[in-house]
């Protein structure tokens, strides 16, 4: 039985120190403003819902699978209004069956201001998910905003960002397309 517990001690060892060593590699693409993300070994997210403008519920857990980048803003903050037209921007290079960008308004937002917001910046192409009572950001250590969080394809948290960054920079193309290979090795 020691044996057993020797070996797969051996295994998540070597498995976390491979995990580090690609996390350190891309950290080293971080440049500008992205030099803020800071990764940390997989932390579990909340398993606390959002909306829809309908209504219906989502989980961060539903996008399992593929790495997601999450941004957590407000109609009212001038910064999460700055780079949303660079998020949309990540999610049309990236965007399909290994990456997704959502983004979730929390605290009061009405439906009517994100859609007449998206359509003045001409972004389409983005979810519009609502977290009215901040019980998800709250949960999610969410503390002013914008935040943005880096999930891996098991829905874990891997990267954090706090405040605003160019979304669009070769940095953060160069971050986001490494992730995304690394999930797919």
């Known amino acids: 039985m020691r044996l057993f517990f020797a ?11 491979v995990a580090m060593a690609d996390t350190a590699a891309i950290e080293t693409l971080r440049e500008g403003t992205m030099k803020k993300l800071s990764f940390s070994e997989p ?6 819902a959002f909306t829809d403008p309908g209504g219906k519920e989502f989980t961060l857990a539903d ?7 999450v941004n957590f803003w407000a109609t009212w903050c001038a910064p999460c209004r700055k780079e949303m037209p660079q ?4 999610q049309t290079e990236f965007g399909g069956d290994a990456f997704e960008v959502v983004t979730i308004a929390t605290g009061r937002n009405s439906v009517t201001g994100i859609r007449k917001f998206f359509d003045e910046i001409e972004v389409d192409n983005l979810p ?10 709250r949960e999610m250590a969410v503390l002013g905003l914008p935040i943005t969080l880096i999930l891996d394809t098991d829905g874990n948290e891997i990267a954090r960002m706090r405040g605003d960054a ?7 193309k160069a971050i986001i397309a490494a992730l995304i290979d690394q999930a797919g090795s």
Do not use: C, H
């Open 166 to 172: 160019e979304w669009n920079s070769d940095s953060a």
């Open 87 to 90: 998020l949309a921007e990540l």
């Open 63 to 69: 996008y399992k699978g593929k790495m997601v980048l």
């Open 43 to 48: 932390q579990p997210v909340s398993d606390i």
């Open 7 to 17: 070996v797969l001690y051996t295994g998540l060892a070597l498995a976390a120190n």
């Open 128 to 137: 519009i998910f609502l977290d009215p009572r901040q019980k998800l950001a």
